[in-house]
């Protein structure tokens, strides 16, 4: 409504070729506003976790790339801590072909590897 500027608009639904149903909508200039002045610590925190998330993600992303990045071809890489492995799958998207997956193990204190996916 808002974009067509219109006031009022019937909506008409055929139910099942079986039953014909209309409605009138009309312009609600009065909006449903809850007061939520008692929740602005909450409020607040909620927006600096978002953006914290946000920033994390961000980073995560960063830090993937430059991963990939040096293991180059390889599939496995390895360090003292940890066993990484990218193997690539291919997906046909809009006539190019997109290599993706990648899963990152942590090496624990012993010599086997376990499934811990990040």
């Known amino acids: 409504?808002?974009?067509t500027g219109f006031r009022k608009w019937y909506?008409?639904?055929?139910?099942?070729?079986?039953?014909?149903?209309?409605?009138?909508?009309?312009?609600d200039d009065e909006?449903?506003?809850?007061d939520l002045s008692n929740y602005n610590t909450d409020l607040e925190k909620y927006a600096s976790l978002d953006a914290q998330i946000?920033?994390?993600?961000?980073e995560k992303d960063a830090i993937k790339q430059k991963i990939q990045m040096a293991m180059g071809k390889a599939e496995i890489g390895e360090s003292e801590s940890y066993?990484?492995?990218w193997?690539?799958?291919l997906t046909k998207l809009w006539g190019l072909h997109?290599?993706?997956r990648s899963k990152i193990k942590e090496l624990p204190k012993s010599n086997s590897y376990s499934d811990t996916k990040v």
Not at 31 to 34: F, K, Q, S
Not at 54 to 58: C, I, R
């Open 87 to 89: 193997k690539t799958s």
């Open 31 to 34: 909006d449903n506003v809850a």
């Open 83 to 85: 066993k990484v492995t």
């Open 1 to 3: 409504m808002a974009v």
């Open 11 to 27: 909506l008409s639904i055929l139910v099942l070729g079986a039953e014909f149903l209309y409605y009138e909508i009309e312009w």
């Open 54 to 58: 946000k920033a994390a993600e961000k």
């Open 98 to 100: 997109i290599s993706f």
